[in-house]
């Protein structure tokens, strides 16, 4: 198909949209993905909100030949691409595909697992009469239409207790493969064989980077992947590139091995158990909540003692459990092999990420970060270690594989993409930035109060507190407060809520998707929030005519992450200040100001209660980032 043909063929199918309007850069993008979709090339795409981005770029995959993946930040988008965009798009095309929604395999139910816990669970024990339910919904009994349940936890009548869940729950860990009994009906191969013939499979980021960090198997091959909320791609390839071990990784590996074998020796089981609480009083001596690892004697003699006992455990399963040695019972004999192979192989994954951490000194602080999370409250705690550049990653594993489009309204500063093309490694790729249709000069007012204090001041909280006060009630409520900070967050919220003549909330006090509903249906409402909802919320309407940021998004200093970093580049002698903190930041912030303006009718203020826009030099190209409207320092006379 010609450009032409393909821009008349985009053309009848928005044309039928109920609002439809021309738009520009909608027709420019459609035409950008399309090029490297069918070409086999790469495309970034800044797209400003109201732009139409998800027919841009679903419109162009309808006659090139799949399949293709488009992979979310968030399940909200998913929500309106299968529920509202798809659906429109075929009816107006006048062509059928097949569409997969791809979920994590944790979603599905695992049959074998669910015949081991069926063997093992007791009559009087509490989740009897739920997994008895299970069992008879997965032979049809129970379901409303008579059918058997698919395995998709979904689709259950009710919300299965997490702690039975995760025992029966498909895991790749345990999956015994085409070795299985039931593979043929297992719920999670079934869809996987499903996806295979689908042309648009829907995933989220998570997954996408779980099958690129795994070397593929959890999604179909496929020729191109679109990211759309492509601001997260560098984050989440770098979580699907983090190693840990948790607190809990040895003995639940302990724990499925007596599930499996029916044994394990006992010295090893007392070893292990010592090491782990000593390694639980060595990560609780700092009181911090996270800190960069830096294994000293203690650490690594603890490590050292673990390594042994896993080594001791892995020749046991080797020897013993290969021939069968105090297996007692007859069905734990017969499946011991199949299972064993599996075993082994978790603990060799187990002991390699021990071996890694026992003597990751030996590594380039340039190349990785290596740190402690501590969850006092459970006593529980992770060791993490995540590359400080995935690019060289992505580039062999995704952009030299396939065709990627990535897709965002936040993905540069200014027009320019560096930053985010040297964080994925993608060096040739077509750029482009089409802005939003809204009238921001119109629309939208930015306010930067004029006398507040800057944010680090010790006197800045009551003042920001005064400062909010006085522009909820010139936008009367209807206003998200975001703050950087949770500890932020819940002070402003104590302080000024028993003085708002207006509904308020703040995160936390209803689950999340509530919250919103609670906020679009309530009129006047302030929200107090922290970052989860500088983005993926949708307002449009009165309802939001305000949003007020606290400070400037600028990076946690004390986040392990964000240390290494700026190491990293102090030692190359960079600038990691405009290299790093200030464009993340700048990203963040379009973000935030982003909720404000979701219709061509919408109007509204941003209020940023950071001085810093105007008293240091990088203000200036910050201000230059966000969207282009009117700047006020005072409200006098301001009316929305
Ligand atoms: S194939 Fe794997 S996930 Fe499916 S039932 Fe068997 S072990 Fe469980």
Not at 81 to 91: A, E, S, T, V
Not at 475 to 504: C, E
């Amino acid at each position: 198909m010609t450009p032409p043909e393909f821009l008349s063929r985009f053309d009848s199918i928005v044309q039928k949209l109920p609002m439809y309007e021309p738009r520009p850069g909608q027709r420019r993008m459609a035409e950008a993905v399309h090029t490297a979709v069918a070409d086999g090339l790469h495309a970034i795409v800044e797209a400003g909100t109201g732009s139409g981005k998800s027919f841009a770029y679903m419109v162009p995959l309808l006659d090139v030949e799949g399949p293709f993946v488009i992979s979310t930040g968030t399940i909200a988008l998913q929500e309106q691409l299968l529920g509202k965009d798809i659906p429109f798009i075929q009816d107006a095309s006048g062509k059928r595909f097949q569409v997969a929604l791809a979920k994590g395999r944790g979603n599905y139910l695992c049959i074998q697992k669910l015949w081991e816990a069926d063997r093992r669970l007791p009559d009087a024990d509490p989740l009897r009469p739920e997994l008895d339910r299970i069992k008879a919904l997965l032979s049809g009994n129970g379901t409303p239409d008579g059918q058997p349940w698919d395995g998709d936890v979904a689709a259950l009548p009710f919300v299965p207790t997490p702690q039975l869940w995760e025992e029966i729950a498909s895991d790749s860990d345990d999956c015994l493969g085409n070795r299985c009994e039931f593979y043929e009906q297992s719920p999670h191969r079934v869809v996987r064989s499903q996806q295979a013939h689908a042309h648009l499979i829907i995933a989220n980021h998570a997954l996408y980077f779980a099958d690129l960090a795994s070397g593929g198997g959890i999604l179909p091959s496929h020729k191109a992947v679109i990211f759309d909320e492509a601001h997260h791609v560098p984050q989440a390839a770098t979580r699907a590139f983090t190693g840990s071990v948790g607190r809990y990784s040895i003995t639940k590996l302990m724990q499925k091995v007596r599930k499996r074998i029916g044994m394990v020796p006992d010295d090893v089981v007392f070893n292990l158990v010592g090491l782990e609480s000593r390694l639980m009083e060595w990560v609780m001596r700092p009181d911090r909540a996270q800190f960069r690892l830096y294994p000293d004697a203690v650490f690594v003699e603890i490590a050292e003692g673990i390594l042994d006992n896993l080594r001791v455990l892995r020749s046991w399963m080797e020897r013993d459990v290969a021939l069968g040695n105090g297996i007692d019972d007859p069905e734990l004999a017969k499946k011991a092999p199949l299972h064993r192979q599996r075993l082994i192989a978790q603990l060799d994954s187990l002991t390699a990420r021990w071996e890694y951490f026992g003597s990751f000194a030996d590594n380039t602080l340039a190349e990785r970060v290596n740190w402690v999370e501590v969850d006092r409250h459970r006593g529980n705690f992770h060791l993490k270690s995540a590359p400080l550049d995935v690019a060289p990653s992505l580039k062999e594993h995704l952009w030299d594989q396939r065709s990627g489009v990535c897709v965002s309204a936040t993905l540069g500063v200014d027009g320019d993409f560096t930053y985010f093309k040297q964080q994925i490694g993608l060096t040739d790729s077509i750029d482009l930035e089409t802005p939003s249709p809204f009238d921001y000069q119109k629309q939208a007012t930015l306010y930067v109060p004029r006398y507040l204090p800057e944010p680090n001041a010790p006197e800045f909280a009551p003042h920001a507190r005064q400062a909010i006060r006085k522009i909820l009630d010139s936008t009367q409520g209807r206003a998200f407060v975001l703050f950087t900070s949770y500890k932020a967050m819940h002070a402003a919220f104590t302080q000024l809520w028993p003085q708002l003549p207006y509904p308020a909330k703040k995160q936390g006090d209803l689950p999340r998707a509530q919250l919103i509903d609670w906020f679009k249906t309530t009129p006047h409402a302030v929200l107090f929030a922290t970052s989860s909802f500088w983005e993926g919320v949708d307002v449009p309407g009165e309802a939001l005519s305000c949003v007020i940021i606290d400070r400037l998004p600028f990076s946690v200093p004390d986040d392990p992450v964000v240390q290494a970093h700026v190491e990293r580049l102090k030692m190359q002698g960079k600038d990691w200040f405009r290299e790093y903190t200030l464009p993340e930041a700048i990203i963040r912030l379009k973000q935030g100001f982003g909720r404000l303006i979701r219709t061509s009718t919408d109007r509204g203020l941003v209020a940023i209660l950071d001085n810093r826009l105007f008293t240091k030099n990088y203000g200036a190209a910050i201000l230059k980032a966000l969207p282009d409207c009117p700047t006020v320092r005072d409200l006098e006379g301001f009316e929305l």
